[in-house]
């Protein structure tokens, strides 16, 4: 129904037109809710990764 609203709206009721931009928000917000998680945790594992790889190579200065 979205699908069609969205590539129909000069024609979609007031109707349609407030189900679809309830749908579409509701789903924006989920999806932005998942990217700032996901984010978050590239962040920690970045920093322990970088945490691991500096005492790594504090370990092995000097051989090739």
Known sequence: MIKETIENFKTAS??????ALTVLKSRHEQN???????THQIDL?????NKLYNEYR???KGLK
Do not use: A
């Open 45 to 49: 594992i970045e920093k322990d990764y």
């Open 14 to 19: 007031n109707k349609e037109l407030h189900e």
């Open 58 to 60: 504090k370990r092995n």
């Open 32 to 38: 932005k809710e998942k990217i700032i998680e996901i």
